[in-house]
């Protein structure tokens, strides 16, 4: 009988402690954002010119995160957002892909005619690959590539990664 109610004690303890953790963890919603301007530079050579551009995600520069850095228990990628702008009238970007290399995500757009928004298709899988990587590392490497029908200009390429945060108090 002894044996019988510690039992029900240790399971109710683990209960308690379980229900005060959650109380004890707050939750807020962030965008991380990575914002290129991209030259695309007039090679002379083709009708279709190539472009490249590299930049980090450090978490830390989000200030909200840099206050809790020390207490994030979760991080989770929602979505991603593509913004595109700058393309002239008339004119394609047959080819713009995204890759974060960390975590081997790539996405390829394909026939760009005009400045748009739109979620990238990433599957959920990828997406909590990275959200985990920035959980542990807090940083990864964007690039985005690809090529225009037309050159010189810049190319603004806006990433918004939506995410959700767990956090002790």
Known sequence: MKKLIALISVVGLLFLLNACEDSLTFKFS?????KMNIDVEDTGKADVF???????LDIEEDEDVAEQIERIKGLEITEI????????TGETIPLLTVFVEEVNLTVTLTDITEDYTLVLPVSDELLNALGDYLYNNHRTTVTVSGQSTYAPMVLGVNLTFKSK?????
């Open 50 to 56: 190539p472009f490249t551009n590299t930049e980090i």
């Open 165 to 169: 945060i767990a956090a002790s108090l």
């Open 81 to 88: 957002e593509c913004s595109v702008t700058g393309i002239p």
């Open 30 to 34: 962030t965008d991380f954002k990575v």
